[in-house]
């Protein structure tokens, strides 16, 4: 599978000296992930979903194809996301961080190629009709599941309809480990479902009474 691989995206995996794809990456490269499709990635925490985003967002902004937007639903997990792909991607691609003033177009993200922020500065940023939009080629929505929550669901529900509209040829790729209705969800967002169970560790449900678990029999 990794002699498959565009170089551009490749150079993700050497970074940080990966050797073997795990199973919802290989589908996901399956499914169509460097060739435009919207997926919608549904496997366990700790599977290899941001991966998935980081290979088709190095893909798109070192061939030249567009900015890559990483949607997180909270301030914090944008800091740490910005932190992170700093320090793993500072010197293939320029990478900024938008979560502050929501009256802003933050128009000196037009130097940026991956920009990280909340569901609610991106929407700002469009009602600002921030210029640079038209650049994007790939959305990757992390936490994908909450479109079903009340407070934060509507503002994402909102964005990815007219990112649609704005964008046709704009690439989704929503993460989740908990959805509900991943076929309807997948159907909604025009995109290929990858599902897998596979987890680094096994997991086992219990019962802890007076200091002791009791795990279910397998």
């Not at 038209?134 to 009340?150: G, P």
Request: aromatic share 6%.
């Amino acid at each position: 599978m990794l002699k498959e691989m565009p170089e551009k995206a490749l150079q993700v995996l050497k970074k940080e000296n990966i050797k073997e794809l795990r199973p919802a990456q290989e589908k996901a490269i399956k499914a169509g992930l460097f060739k435009g499709k919207n997926l919608l990635v549904c496997t366990p925490t700790a599977s290899g979903k941001t991966l998935i985003a980081e290979m088709a967002a190095a893909k798109n902004i070192l061939e030249g194809r567009g900015k890559a937007i990483y949607i997180v639903p909270l301030v914090a997990l944008a800091s740490e996301k910005h932190k992170e792909f700093k320090r793993k991607y500072r010197d293939l691609f320029n990478i900024a961080l938008s979560i502050g003033d929501y009256d802003s177009s933050d128009k000196h993200l037009i130097d940026a190629d991956l920009i990280i922020c909340t569901a609610e500065k991106l929407d700002s940023l469009i009602r600002h009709h921030t210029p640079w939009l038209k650049f994007v080629s790939l959305v990757v929505i992390d936490e994908i599941h909450l479109m079903n929550d009340v407070s934060r669901g509507p503002t994402l529900e909102i964005i990815i309809t007219v990112l649609k509209k704005l964008l046709p040829k704009v690439q989704i790729i929503g993460l989740s480990a908990t959805i509900g209705n991943p076929y309807e969800l997948a159907e909604w967002l025009n995109a290929e479902l990858v599902l897998d169970t596979w987890r680094p560790v096994p997991l086992k449900k219990g019962v802890y009474l007076q200091g002791e678990i009791e795990f279910e029999k397998e």
